[in-house]
C-alpha cells in the first residue's frame, strides 16, 4: 500500500522556519516525483514546490521563491520542505503528493500534477502568526 506522511508542522512567529518531512512507503520513491501542496481555510489548493525524482529539477511557486527550498534522500524515502522567513500568509494544512518520474516540475506543474497523483498524504498543519 502507497502511502505519504508529513510531518514536521506547527505554529511558528513571523520570520520563523520550520522543515516540513514527506516519508513514503510501499513504493520504489525514485520512481516518484514529489510535491507540496497547501490550502489555508476558505482558500483553494494550490501548488507550493516540486522536485523530479532525482533531486536535480525543483520548482517554487513566485510567493515563497528565495524562502522555501525542496529537496529529497531517496535513501531515505524523504522529501523535505525548509521554510524559512515565513509569513501569515504562509499559514495552511500542508500536503505532499507524488506523481511518475517523467512528470513535469516546472511552471503550472502543480495544475498538471493535481488530477494525476497516484498517492497524497494526509497533511500537517502549519500556522504562522503575526
Known amino acids: 500500500q502507497v502511502q505519504l506522511e508529513e510531518s514536521g508542522g506547527g505554529l511558528v512567529q513571523a520570520g520563523g522556519s520550520l522543515r516540513l518531512s514527506c516519508s513514503a512507503s510501499?513504493?520504489?520513491?525514485?520512481?516518484?516525483?514529489i510535491g507540496w501542496y497547501r490550502q489555508a481555510p476558505g482558500k483553494e489548493r494550490e501548488g507550493v514546490s516540486c522536485?523530479?525524482?532525482?533531486?536535480?529539477?525543483?520548482s517554487h511557486r513566485d510567493s515563497v521563491k528565495g524562502r522555501f527550498t525542496i529537496s529529497r534522500d531517496n535513501a531515505k524515502n524523504t522529501v523535505y520542505l525548509q521554510m524559512n522567513s515565513l509569513k501569515p500568509e504562509d499559514t495552511g494544512m500542508y500536503y505532499c503528493?507524488?506523481?511518475?518520474?517523467?512528470?513535469?516540475?516546472?511552471?503550472?506543474?502543480?495544475?498538471?500534477?493535481?488530477?494525476?497523483?497516484?498517492?497524497w498524504g494526509k497533511g500537517t498543519l502549519v500556522t504562522i502568526s503575526s
Open positions: 503528493a507524488c506523481v511518475s518520474k517523467d512528470s513535469p516540475c516546472g511552471p503550472l506543474w502543480h495544475t498538471w500534477w493535481a488530477p494525476r497523483a497516484d498517492c
Open positions: 510501499g513504493l520504489p520513491f525514485d520512481d516518484y516525483a
Open positions: 522536485i523530479n525524482w532525482s533531486g536535480v529539477i525543483t
